[in-house]
Structure formats: structure tokens, C-alpha cells
């Protein structure tokens, strides 16, 4: 009665064999993680996420990852795909080769196959205060007010999906355990920038610490791989610079925390 | 509570693993240059404050071939730590015009131009 | 073992949930909320929520309007008590989202802006870009950090509810990474677990949308609530189902089939103006517009496509402007997902399945009929959305019920001494045994995926768009063998670490039973009204079934059937009328 329509693998319709090498890891059987190749007959318009739910209900139900949305705005479904952090939902078959290599989330604990720890990026968010800490009490019965252009200031920092791609890409998330990240430090600015904040002063104690944006060479590979384009690189320099102000205005004479 | 998670390890020769990598590791070297830059001013200024003789001798030992090679690949990383440089700097500085980023291109522009502007000062002054 | 003691404890972490968790802690930081989600809480699927939500705050819009819209939205089959505090609150619980600096969109003054959309007479969306649900979820996150009293649990899997004598004491799980079981004792628990769209093949809903939440209040025994109203969002891209959001219709786009014709002005939505004018048209309500199509689709003038039949949402006339500043995720999702820039060519899209606007039955204060049990969200059903939900309203309802679940929850709790844990050692190890059951059982004739397709086809087939006699009574004999054939499924990964064939299977036990109840609903319910038509009862009949259907769990027998009152206070059911008539 109603027309069911979807991507289906039937073999022969276009259909391009694509072998995938998996990273997988199951602590129950194996100390180290080892690679696992998978022969998967792949439809042109499929993500690679579409060929991994391929393996898992066709090849290999026991291969274990993280997705849901399948639209890139829920941040589940980052992986190493041949070598580059990605988000499976978004990246297509088409762009790809006939033989590419998926691996969990570079510098991040792995769990299970391609499963890896979330604790860098929530610890960094809680260290960094990552919420409204207000300027002033909202006005009663209203908002407060925010002109666009104030809106402008912060918002691409806003569109931060959490997906740490960005955790993956740097090397000091990897070279310094303390470090909170690229993507805590841009939602740290998130509320800098933000008009009707007034926490700047009070995130510094995190944000301009030896695991705050000091730990930041701006490799600037974060940004490159976020897929928001959110540029965690860009807002921690400019805590950088702000941070330094803020400590040369702290010595000037009659110098005041403001 | 924990099942075994597997920790990675990076690898020592992880700057050669990309690209990007690689560049940002010369730009960072880069600094070996400038810093030699200095050292070499403040030679400079103590040959020329130790009279003509020196001050002579002091050029005369910059311009020996290997002097000249070194000089080179100096000017050349120089170069790659100005333009990232200007590359870079328009991220560290919000400014915005209404609702609008100022382009990038603008602000790396300018440094662009003070760059041309003040070389072409010096050059003058010099006597070029 | 593992057992967690608090007072009040939350399962699920979305947009409902999160709301909770913070009432209860601003209400009372002293009680200990645990925050049960089987992801984090960023991935709940709130996220994907686009359009906006709806709050009267612009004149000349005024309460009793978005009331009116809301109740003849729903077909009458809304609790209109419930939909006039909903209607009330929903301005302020929007408000103090802004407060705690969501980044609604704003106009030259610096004021919350607002937009039309499908159902509604006056603008009062609310919306923070095309990403309204996302900025919602991380907002809503990012404030719950602040309270040390909310205790979250990541990637724990709710099992079943501890119920006896008629009162809640708390919930059994699953430690997702090391297959741990965990207990947790509270007497308050909210159920904030979303809705059942994946019970379909072909929906806009992430892969976490199994229904888990609704199933566990079902089988510990409150009834389901008007469960065979499953909406269909008129514009989701083929192939994916990914939506696209109403706010492209509310910003002016159109409606063509094959032969660039705005179609809708065929069935009572009409007459069309250039600009979609509110509640006609385009920004009809969403079961007309999806009724269309089928239409569309049965007389041929749908347009072929590789994923079958679609039509196009056109949005050229926008502009590149308007597009990249309201509707920026429309493009991307357009150019990347169906290869088409909606700046130059129109949108291929097609009816999806979106939202369940039938739940865990609840009152107006979020509580079921068990005592210390809440329910609030999308899982839940008041009723506000009645027969069919109106856009944006969702949004709001999760912010304004989710503090009516947190208050109550947390009043409930402080009033009610904890239980031992000794009381539930026997619904405890029935819980953990059947998980382990499933996990150990060897090789079976069943398969997860072989299972699922079924249900998946027979769901699409019998519960669609359309429904009739035959089809839905084959189904609940079909659907009754589904769930015997689950009793002896078999996976192939017995792991304990982070098992998601394990996770996936006790959903589809979850998605059977939902299943199974909306198939008898719908069975039942012998009327077209809202999202539920009936091809062989097309008209609505107020006389008979102006009533929420409730389908009470018959473990493993199929479920019997009971009917309760529509709260009607104000406004008497009426002509559902859209388009060229005056409202």
C-alpha cells in the first residue's frame, strides 16, 4: 500500500566491492587491536556508515560503533577513515577508494573496535565552566537583549557537535593526558563571546592554565578536520591574546581584575 | 567497573604521519633562523661599536660562500614564518563589521602591505 | 552488581530529561538525580530537531490562539486542560532557555525572533537557525553541568522498571562498556526516552529511537495512550529519510509534483498564494500535507525517483541571503545527502515517518497511574498533540512538561522514604536473567536483522500513511508471531564489552511491542482522525471515538484494549478546517 524505498545492497546493481579494513579491538579475546578485512558490495549514494551497518547486519554482527543520527549533528559516528578523522555518516563511497581502512578515533582510549572514550572532551567541558555564567541578572518577564551582531560574534562556536574529531587530530591530546582539548576551549569561548556572559575572568583559571590554551602549539589541525567548522584553533589564540592582556592588566599600576 | 581499554601511544615520528604535520614542525624550526637573526644584530652592533677594522672584518666573514649559503636558507625560512604568519594572524583576531567576519584576505592583506611599506622605508633610508 | 541509591532517577538525557534533572536539582539541590541515557547526552536524538518551538510572545498572537491551534491541530483529541497550562507556560519555559543563553535568533532590536509555521495562525516559533533542537539539547547540557546533585550515567541501558503495589522503586540496567548490571533505587523515576520511530523502515529518527522507555512503563504495566497516531513529516529526503525541516516551508517554500504544480491546493488547503500564507497551503498541518502526497502518489503525477516517489520543495525564490541565514542546514544536508543545491534546483522529499505522538500515558502533572512513575517528552502522551501534532510544539513540550516531571518527581520523592533493596532481589534477577538468556542462547533459526525487516515491512505495509481492516488485522496476527519468534532469538556476539548486537536486540524486543500496540490501536480505532486515516472509515466520527485509546501490555498474549475520556473544556470539536475558509 505505501511504496518502501531504500538503499538496498542487491548484488549487481551498481554495486561497487569495496574492501574496508576495520581496527578491531574485543579486550575479552585480544591484547592489542588487530585489522579485519570485510568484502562489501557498496550502492554509490551509501556513507561509509551505510557500509559498516552493511557489515554489521550482513558480515559481522559483532562489530561494535557508535551512530544515530546519520545526518552529522549528533557527533556519535567519528572514526580514523584512512587515517583521517571523519564523521562515517557524512563521508560517501563515492569520494572513496576500492580499498579503504577504518580505525577508532586517533589519542582517545579505545573500548571496543571503534568505540572510543568521551572522558577528555566532557571533563574539559566541565573544567572550563561550559555554561551561561550571566553578566547580569536576566531582565524579568523578558530576555535579555542580543542584537545580531552580537549573535554573530559567538555563534559559529555554538555549532560544536561534540564529535572530537578535533580530540583525534591533535597531537597534544596525545603528547599531555591534562590537556582539555580543542573543543572545550572553543566552547569556553563560545561563552566568552557571548554578550550576556559574564565568566571570562572566572574560566581563565582553567582556560589559561598548563592544560588550558598554553598547551595549544596552533598546529591548527583541529580546525581543519572539524565538521562544523567551528575553528577550535582560532578561539584558543584569542584566549591566548586575551589571557595575556588580562595578566598585563593585572600588573599595570592601580592594574584591577575587571 | 572498567573493562581493558587500550591506550595508544604516538608514535615519535608522528609530525611525519601528515602534511600539515610536517609544515607546522618547519614553521616551528623557523624559529632557529630568527632566533640566529638576533644573535647575529647584536654582533653586529658590538663589531660596529668596536671600530672600523672590526666592523669590516665582521662583513667580510658574512660574505664567505658558506656565509652566503647559510644566509639563504635563512632568508628562506624567514620567509615561510612571515607568510604563516600573516596566514594565521586574521584567527587570532575577531573583528567583525554588523554581522560580517572581516574577510581573512583583509587582514592578512594589511600586514602584507606594512610589510612591503616598511621594507620599501628601509631600503631608502640604507641608501639602496 | 552495582547499586546506585538517589531520589529520583531520569532515563534518558534528551531535551526532556535534561530539563528534568535541572528542575529537580534548582528545586532541591539536597536530592540526588541519576541521569540514566543510553548515550550521552549530546546524541539524544533532540538534536536533529530543526523548525523551532512555538511560545506566543509577538502580538497579535495571544494564548487562546496557539490553544485553538494546538487543540484543532490535534483533531480534537488533545487533553485541552493540558494544552491550555502547555500553551500558558510555553512562552516562559522558552524564556529561561534564552536565559541560560540559548541563541535564539534575534531581530535588529535585539528581541527573540519568531516565524511562521505549518498549523499556525500567528508566528510564534521560536527558532535558533535551522538548528533549534541542537542549540535546545546543548544548551540544556551545558546548564546541567552547574548542579553536582545531577550524577549522570553514560551509556547505561535501562532495562526494566522495579514495580510492586502500585509504586515505582527504581530501574534495572546494563553498564554499556562492560556489560556490568546495575541497580538503581529511587522512589521517583522519569521516563524521558523519546519516541518509536524506528519501528518503521523509513523515518527521520536516529538509530536510538527504539521505543525502550515506552516499553519498559507498558510492560510494568501503565497503558499506552493513543499509540496508533504516528506522524509523518511531509518532507524527508529519499533514500535517508533525513528531515527537512517545516521552517523551509514557514521561510516560503513550495510544494510541486511532477508537473510543477502546487498540488496541495487540491485537497482543501488551497487557494495557493504566492507566499505560503499560514495554515494553508504549505504550512497546512502535517498529516493533510502527507495524506497529499499519497494521493499525489496514487493518481501517478509524483515524480520517479532512484528512491522511489517524490515530490519537490522548492525554495529558489528564497534567495542565497535568506537561505545561508535561516535555512543553512537545509543546503548542506541538501548538497551532501541528495547531491542538489536547493539555490538553484528544487529538493526531492517525500513523506517520513517523524513523530509518535501517542506515548506512556500521563496527566497534566507528567504522572502515570504508578505511583512515583513520570513520563515527559515524546515518549509521553498528555495529551497536547492529540491525533497529530502541530510543528515546533514538540520542542516547547519537552522544556514545559520536562519541569513538570522534575518538580513533581522531586516532590514525589521528597515525601516517600526509599525501599530497601532487598524487597526487589527477585524482579532483579528475573531482569538480569532474560538479558543473560538472550545473550547466552546458541545459535538460532531467528536473526536480528531477519526479525527486524519484518516487523519493518509489516509496520509499513499495515500502519502506514493509510490504513484499512484487512491489512491491520493480518498484521496483529503477523506481528503476535514476531514477538513469539524473539522468545528464541539468538545473537552472534556474546561479549560483555560494549555488545551493540546485544543493545540492538533488547530494542527490537522494545520495538515489537510497541509495534504490536499500535497495530491494535490502529485496528481498533475505526475513524480516520488527524495522523490515523482509515481508508475504509474515512470520515471522523466524534460520536464513537472522541476517546484516547489505551493498550494495556498482555505479556505474551496480544494486548487488550481500553478507552478513557478527551478532556474537552473550551472548545467542542469542530470542523478541522485549513486553507481558503476563515478560521
Redesign the interface.
Known amino acids: 500500500?505505501?511504496?518502501?524505498?531504500?538503499?538496498s545492497p542487491s548484488a549487481g546493481q551498481g554495486a561497487r566491492i569495496v574492501t574496508i579494513d576495520v581496527l578491531r579491538?574485543?579486550?575479552?579475546?585480544e591484547?592489542?587491536?588487530s585489522w579485519q578485512s570485510y568484502a562489501v558490495p557498496c550502492c554509490e549514494?551509501w556513507t561509509v556508515l551505510d557500509a559498516l551497518n552493511h557489515i554489521?547486519?550482513?558480515l559481522?554482527?559483532?562489530l561494535?560503533?557508535?551512530?544515530?543520527?546519520?545526518?552529522?549533528?549528533?557527533?556519535?559516528c567519528g572514526m580514523m577513515v584512512n587515517?583521517n578523522p571523519t564523521l562515517s555518516c557524512?563521508a560517501?563511497m563515492r569520494d572513496l577508494p576500492d580499498r579503504i581502512s577504518i580505525a577508532p578515533l586517533?589519542?582517545?582510549?579505545?573500548?571496543?573496535?571503534l568505540?572510543v572514550?568521551?572522558n577528555r572532551l566532557?571533563d574539559g567541558?566541565?573544567a572550563v565552566?561550559?555554561?551561561?555564567i550571566?553578566r547580569e541578572l536576566?531582565p524579568r518577564?523578558?530576555?535579555?537583549?542580543?542584537?545580531?551582531?552580537?549573535?554573530?560574534?559567538?555563534?559559529p562556536l555554538?555549532?560544536?557537535?561534540?564529535c572530537m574529531l578535533c580530540y583525534a587530530a591533535c597531537?597534544q591530546v596525545?603528547?599531555n593526558e591534562g590537556y582539555v582539548g580543542p573543543a572545550a576551549l572553543a566552547?569556553a569561548q563560545r561563552?566568552n563571546?557571548?554578550s550576556?556572559?559574564g565568566g571570562a575572568l572566572e574560566r581563565m583559571q582553567t582556560t589559561a592554565s598548563d592544560d588550558g590554551v598554553w598547551e595549544c602549539?596552533?598546529?591548527?589541525?583541529c580546525?581543519?578536520v572539524c565538521p562544523k567548522h567551528v575553528?577550535p584553533?582560532?578561539a584558543i589564540?584569542?584566549m591566548?591574546?586575551a589571557s595575556s592582556l588580562q595578566w598585563l592588566a593585572q600588573r599595570a599600576p592601580g592594574g584591577s581584575s575587571s | 567497573m572498567n573493562a581493558k581499554v587500550h591506550y595508544p601511544t604516538l608514535p615519535g615520528n608522528w609530525w611525519l604521519k601528515r602534511p600539515s604535520y610536517l609544515r607546522y614542525m618547519l614553521r616551528e624550526l623557523t624559529c632557529i633562523a630568527i632566533g640566529a637573526f638576533a644573535i647575529l644584530l647584536v654582533f653586529a652592533l658590538l663589531r660596529l661599536g668596536q671600530g672600523a677594522e672590526a666592523w669590516q672584518a665582521f662583513r667580510a666573514a658574512l660574505a664567505t660562500p658558506l656565509a652566503i649559503a647559510w644566509q639563504l636558507v635563512a632568508l628562506v625560512f624567514a620567509l615561510y614564518h612571515s607568510v604563516t604568519w600573516f596566514a594565521l594572524a586574521p584567527r587570532t583576531m575577531l573583528l567583525q563589521i554588523g554581522t560580517r567576519r572581516v574577510p581573512a584576505g583583509w587582514i592578512a592583506g594589511a600586514h602584507y602591505l606594512s610589510w612591503v611599506v616598511l621594507s620599501a622605508i628601509v631600503l631608502v633610508l640604507s641608501g639602496a | 552488581m552495582h547499586t546506585v541509591h538517589a531520589d529520583v532517577i531520569i532515563v534518558g538525557a534528551g531535551g526532556a530529561g535534561l530539563r528534568a534533572a535541572i528542575a529537580v536539582a534548582q528545586s532541591d539541590p539536597a536530592l540526588r538525580v541519576a541521569l540514566v541515557s543510553k548515550v550521552y547526552p549530546m546524541r539524544s536524538h533532540t538534536v536533529a530537531a530543526e523548525g523551532g518551538a512555538a511560545g506566543v510572545i509577538k502580538s497579535p498572537d495571544t494564548l487562546d490562539a496557539h490553544f485553538n491551534d494546538t487543540v484543532s491541530g490535534g483533531d480534537w483529541l488533545c487533553d485541552q486542560d493540558a494544552v491550555e497550562h502547555f500553551v500558558e507556560q510555553a512562552p516562559k519555559s522558552l524564556r529561561q532557555l534564552e536565559h541560560w543563553g540559548c541563541p535564539w535568533n534575534r531581530d535588529d532590536a535585539g528581541g527573540v525572533q519568531v516565524r511562521s509555521f505549518g498549523g499556525m495562525k500567528h508566528q510564534r516559533t521560536w527558532f535558533a537557525a535551522d538548528k533549534s533542537g541542537f542549540h535546545i539539547l546543548h544548551t540544556l547540557f551545558q546548564t546541567s553541568q552547574q548542579f553536582p546533585s545531577i550524577q549522570r550515567f553514560d551509556e547505561v541501558f535501562a532495562l526494566d522498571l522495579l514495580c510492586a503495589d502500585g509504586a515505582v522503586g527504581g530501574i534495572t540496567a546494563l553498564h554499556m562498556q562492560s556489560g556490568e548490571p546495575i541497580v538503581f533505587l529511587a522512589r521517583a523515576v522519569i521516563i524521558a526516552t523519546g519516541g518509536a520511530g524506528r519501528v518503521f523502515p523509513f523515518t527521520t529518527n536516529g538509530a536510538i529511537k527504539t521505543g525502550d522507555g515506552m516499553a519498559m512503563a507498558y510492560r510494568a504495566g501503565v497503558p499506552l495512550k493513543d499509540i496508533e497516531f504516528v506522524q509523518y513529516h511531509p518532507t524527508g529526503l529519499p533514500g535517508t529519510g533525513i528531515l527537512i525541516t517545516e521552517g523551509a516551508r514557514g521561510e516560503g517554500g513550495l510544494l510541486v509534483n511532477k508537473d510543477g504544480y502546487r498540488y496541495l491546493q487540491d485537497y482543501n488547503l488551497g487557494p495557493p498564494e504566492p507566499h505560503p500564507r499560514p495554515k494553508a497551503m504549505e504550512l497546512g498541518p502535517r498529516d493533510r500535507l502527507s495524506q497529499a502526497f499519497w494521493h499525489e502518489q496514487r493518481k501517478g503525477r509524483t515524480i520517479k525517483s532512484a528512491f522511489g516517489d517524490v515530490v519537490h520543495l522548492d525554495i529558489r525564490h528564497l534567495g542565497e541571503k535568506v537561505i545561508d541565514e535561516r535555512l543553512p542546514m537545509v543546503r548542506e544536508l541538501a548538497r551532501a545527502y541528495v547531491g542538489v543545491d536547493p539555490v538553484h534546483a528544487p529538493i526531492p522529499i517525500r513523506p517520513v515517518v517523524h513523530y509518535s505522538m501517542g506515548g506512556i500515558d500521563t496527566n497534566i502533572n507528567a504522572a502515570t497511574q504508578i505511583d512515583g512513575l513520570y513520563a515527559a517528552g515524546e515518549c509521553a502522551c498528555v495529551s497536547i498533540n492529540g491525533a497529530n501534532r502541530l510543528g515546533s510544539n514538540s520542542l516547547t513540550e519537552i522544556l514545559v512538561f520536562g519541569e513538570q516531571a522534575g518538580l513533581h518527581a522531586a516532590q514525589h520523592a521528597r515525601t516517600h522514604p526509599a525501599t530497601a533493596e532487598t524487597q526487589w532481589q527477585p524482579a532483579i534477577a528475573a531482569s538480569f536473567a532474560a538479558v543473560h538468556a538472550l545473550l547466552e542462547r546458541p545459535k538460532s533459526s531467528e536473526t536480528l536483522v531477519g526479525l527486524r525487516s519484518e516487523l519493518h515491512e509489516l509496520m509499513e505495509g499495515a500502519a502506514g500513511i493509510y490504513r484499512e481492516q484487512a491489512t491491520l488485522r493480518e498484521a496483529s496476527d503477523k506481528v503476535a508471531v514476531l514477538r513469539q519468534r524473539y522468545r528464541t532469538l539468538a545473537i552472534d556476539d556474546h561479549s560483555m564489552v560494549f555488545n551493540t548486537q546485544l543493545f540492538q536486540a533488547l530494542e527490537l524486543g522494545a520495538m515489537l511491542d510497541v509495534g504490536e500496540a499500535m497495530v491494535h490501536a490502529a485496528l481498533a480505532r475505526r475513524e480516520s482522525r488527524g495522523a490515523h486515516q482509515r481508508l475504509d472509515f474515512p470520515e471522523r466520527d466524534d460520536q464513537h471515538f472522541l476517546h484516547h485509546s489505551l493498550v494495556h501490555y498482555g505479556g505474551e498474549q496480544p494486548p487488550s484494549l481500553s478507552t478513557k475520556p478527551v478532556t474537552i473544556t473550551r472548545s467542542p470539536p469542530a470542523a478541522r478546517v485549513y486553507g481558503g475558509a476563515t478560521t
Open positions: 500500500m505505501n511504496a518502501v524505498s531504500q538503499a579491538y574485543r579486550p575479552e579475546q591484547s592489542t587491536p549514494e554489521k547486519d550482513h559481522d554482527g559483532s561494535s560503533y557508535r551512530w544515530s543520527c546519520h545526518m552529522a549533528v549528533c557527533g556519535s587515517g557524512k560517501f586517533a589519542n582517545l582510549g579505545v573500548i571496543r573496535d568505540v572514550q568521551q566532557l567541558l566541565l565552566k561550559s555554561w551561561l550571566p536576566p518577564d523578558d530576555q535579555y537583549r542580543q542584537t545580531p551582531a552580537q549573535l554573530a560574534k559567538y555563534r555554538t555549532m560544536c557537535i561534540n597531537p596525545a603528547l566552547l561563552y563571546l557571548d550576556r556572559d602549539t596552533f598546529i591548527g589541525e580546525s581543519e575553528d584553533a582560532g589564540q584569542q591566548k591574546l
